[in-house]
């Protein structure tokens, strides 16, 4: 045990913490992993950084120097901003429960700055760009129940803001649509989505062509034989439709949703009801979703905001 760079005190207050943030604060067994993993490259840091085991008193003596140090290390070692700046929210978590167990200041710890990075925003298309994939969509196969299933999922997507998880998992029962679905997303939350007269037309067009029973229970798009369509195919379809319309890689399923959130919110759409559409827990990540210029974003501000 000599050899360890973690004393077994260090190494139980890392299990008790980890353990109260699965148990009490209900976090998922992968990001306690992710926590245990960055709290354990940083004990490894500082004992090297000392000459000696990583205890829990180590913990209350770090300086801001050594942080300094630590991020530096990591950063010479080619981690990411955004990976270092997650392993320093880690180490502060772990650090600020220890001392309020133990008794000591944090602030050396707390007080550190995490690295600045830019944050990787979706990529909406233009209007005229989703249109033209919408169309290039029913284009894409010579066999017309395919082409018209092809046309339906990217105006599903695109027209009702769905995941393509979402749109692929609706069943032959919503068939033909009515006025609103039902949408189950993510953390099983259910939320209202309007449908627009585009989707429910090319939604009805593919069912009267599709050569497979629909029925209410089984998967409404459907794959060549018969099976529910898998997203890859989606996927592939895409890529040949911005191939040929000379689109960026960006351009994927995902970034209908993206754009159907721009595009709303720069007719004049509230940012609150988009983020109920879209079935956002957080306002914040709707607003990553949507790119309009910064007049528009003014000009929203100042509705919600008026001065008096």
Known sequence: MSHTPVSEGAAQAL?????????????????AEAYQADVLGFMAFLAS???G???TAAFAELRLSDMRAWMAHERARGLSARSLARALSSVKGFVRWLAERDGFDPTAVLSVRGPSFQAKLPRPLAEEAARAVIAGAGTQ????WIAARDAAVVTVLYGMGLRISEALGLKGSEAPFPDVLRIRGKGDKERIVP?????????TRYVELCPHDLTPDRPLFRGVR?????????QRMMQSVRAQLGLPGSA?????RHSFATHLLAAGGDLRAIQDLLGHASLSTTQAYT??????????YRSAHPRS
């Open 15 to 31: 299990e008790d913490w980890l353990a109260g943030l699965t148990g009490a604060q209900g976090r998922s067994a992968k990001t």
């Open 195 to 203: 449908v627009i007269p585009a989707a429910r037309i090319a939604v």
């Open 49 to 51: 950084h000392r000459g």
């Open 291 to 300: 790119a309009v210029d910064t007049s528009r974003l003014m000009e929203i």
């Open 53 to 55: 085991p990583a205890d």
């Open 226 to 234: 018969g099976g529910a369509l898998n997203p890859r195919l989606v």
């Open 252 to 256: 994927t399923p995902h970034a209908l």
């Open 141 to 144: 196969s010579e066999e017309p």
